[in-house]
């Protein structure tokens, strides 16, 4: 079908947008966010997942207790089980090192919305 692109918000989305979406992407634009406004983003992602849609998130990861780092800062296990605070189930969780040089720890989360 086709694709129609569209700018906006995250946090203030068009309300026909809320929860219309079957497949939402999330690729490492939260791990970007200032820690303050950080902690609201993947209620605001959730948000826009239709009944029985899909979230995938992939972004940089890290252990609770490592060091934040530097920007873009990896996410924890706890700030990605926020996803499932919202009202998502999660489906697949892969924790894995990718191939770049340095190798970096990611994750690729698998999240759908009860129908």
């Known amino acids: 079908?086709?694709?129609?692109?569209?700018?906006?918000?995250?946090?203030?989305?068009?309300?026909?947008?809320?929860?219309?979406?079957?497949?939402?992407?999330?690729?490492?634009?939260?791990?970007?966010?200032p820690i303050d406004v950080r902690s609201e983003a993947p209620r605001a992602c959730v948000d826009l997942v239709s009944p029985g849609g899909t979230l995938l998130v992939v972004c940089r990861g890290r252990d609770e207790a490592d060091p934040p780092g530097d920007l873009p800062w990896p996410l924890t296990k706890s700030e990605c089980a926020k996803f499932v605070t919202a009202g998502l189930t999660e489906v697949r969780f892969e924790d894995y090192t990718d191939a770049e040089d340095p190798p970096r720890r990611r994750f690729r989360i698998t999240y759908r919305r009860p129908s």
Do not use: M, S
Request: aromatic letters at 22%; proline letters at 6%; glycine letters at 4%.
């Open 1 to 33: 079908g086709a694709i129609t692109w569209a700018v906006a918000d995250l946090f203030r989305p068009p309300k026909e947008w809320l929860r219309t979406f079957d497949f939402v992407f999330e690729a490492y634009t939260i791990q970007a966010l």
